[in-house]
């Protein structure tokens, strides 16, 4: 058997740390599986190379079945010109793997509610959906335009814009993953005013034919917004464009608490997908063993599930953290009185135990 070609970028930071203990943990759960190629991305290549995407490592990125990544960025490269920033290169690799799909799951895990903001009525009733966000069209990459009114007041105007087959193609991904779990797509917009909004909700419904046994609802932004606070528990799938997703998204996150806790994917044609934690490279705690590395853990738990339809083992891996939640270890990040504090290694370990 082939092994399955995977791109690692360590980065900066916590980055490297928080990427050996996934490596540990992947080879741990499917040994001998993965052939894993470390690129040289961000900060580390920006004083290696002078720039923080070279060409061989967005290459290297494009020839692998699945591209892991740390974090990049920190204040050693804040005086780079703009163009030569770490985060630069985060977006020519989420560019360069024309990932249209991003994947951001929000599920509360039970030993951790009390770090829920929400009432606990509501948190008890369980939080676990997927909010699937269009990441590569709408008013970010429409037209941007700073003008002169006639009567020489300035102005400005960004374009929001979708075509038939953008939308078609990310409905398709949210309603695959509906069928997996709940069978539940919420679908937000603002029909009531975007015309934008009104052709994303015909496609929507249009590809919901095809998936008969899923429900599709849908809500307009500002309701979900709310509703996402006022009955969390009732969302499985969220469907939503570009802006509407990277709000909604930064929200779910404070609902199910720590930022060291949270994986996305970011998904392309063909299962191709970028796999990464949402928090950044924390130069304020790296090297000093404090990273919780369930995020980057659990984002390996995804590639296993959406590029290699591993499921067992991402399910093995998902058990795992739980089990090291329920047993009440914790990095600083997540600790509470009457748990006990654990450096990031002892989590990676601990978790590795309970594979
Ligand atoms: P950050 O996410 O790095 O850190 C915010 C806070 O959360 C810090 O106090 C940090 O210690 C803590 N934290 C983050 N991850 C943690 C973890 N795994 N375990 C324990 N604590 C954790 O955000 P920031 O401070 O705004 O940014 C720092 C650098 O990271 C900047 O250079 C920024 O540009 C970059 N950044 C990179 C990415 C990325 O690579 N995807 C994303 C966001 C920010």
Redesign the pocket.
């Known amino acids: 058997m082939s092994k399955k070609n995977v791109a690692v970028i360590p ?5 490297p740390e ?1 990427i050996k203990a996934t490596l540990e943990v992947l080879e741990k759960v499917a040994p001998g599986q993965f052939d894993f190629t470390e690129v040289a991305m ?1 900060g580390n290549a920006i004083d290696k190379y002078g720039e923080p995407l070279p060409d061989f490592s967005l290459k290297t990125c494009q020839n692998a079945e699945a591209t892991l ?7 050693k ?2 005086n780079q010109p703009p163009d030569n920033r ?2 630069r290169g ?1 977006l020519g690799v989420r560019s360069g793997l024309e990932v249209f799909a991003n994947i951001r799951p929000a599920k509360i895990f039970a030993p951790l509610a009390s770090a829920c903001p929400l009432r606990k009525d509501i948190a008890d009733k369980g939080i676990d959906f997927i909010i699937v966000r269009e990441l590569t069209g709408g008013i970010y990459f429409g037209k941007h335009e700073a003008f002169k009114t006639p009567d020489g007041e300035r102005a400005a105007r960004d374009v929001m814009e979708y075509s038939e087959h953008e939308i078609r193609r990310i409905a398709h991904v949210a309603f695959k993953m509906a069928m997996g779990r709940r069978k539940i797509v919420t679908s937000i917009d603002k029909a009531n005013i975007l015309t934008v909004s009104r052709l994303w909700r015909d496609v929507v419904e249009e590809v919901a034919k095809e998936y008969p046994e899923v429900k599709l609802n849908h809500l307009y932004v500002d309701n979900a917004s709310m509703q996402l606070i006022r009955v969390p528990s009732e969302f499985d799938v969220i469907v939503t464009e570009n802006t509407f997703g990277d709000i909604l998204s930064d929200e779910a996150s404070q609902i199910v608490g ?3 806790m949270i994986p996305s994917a970011s998904l392309g044609d063909n299962n191709r997908g970028l796999y ?10 790296a090297g000093q063993d ?7 853990i659990l984002a390996g738990a995804m590639m296993l599930r959406y590029s290699f339809n591993m499921n067992k083992e991402a399910d093995a891996i998902e058990n795992a953290v739980d089990e090291v939640l329920k047993a009440g270890l914790r ?3 997540i600790y509470t009185e009457g748990t006990k504090l654990i450096s ?1 290694s002892q989590m990676r370990d601990e978790i590795i135990k309970r594979l």
Do not use: R, Y
Not at 70 to 75: D, E, I, L
Not at 276 to 285: F, K, R, T, Y
């Open positions: 980065g900066d930071g916590i980055g928080v961000g990544l740390g974090a990049v960025g920190g204040p490269w804040d770490p985060e985060l720590s930022i060291g990464e934690p949402i928090h950044g490279s924390a130069p304020d705690i404090k990273a919780n590395p369930i995020g980057t990095t600083g990040d990031g």
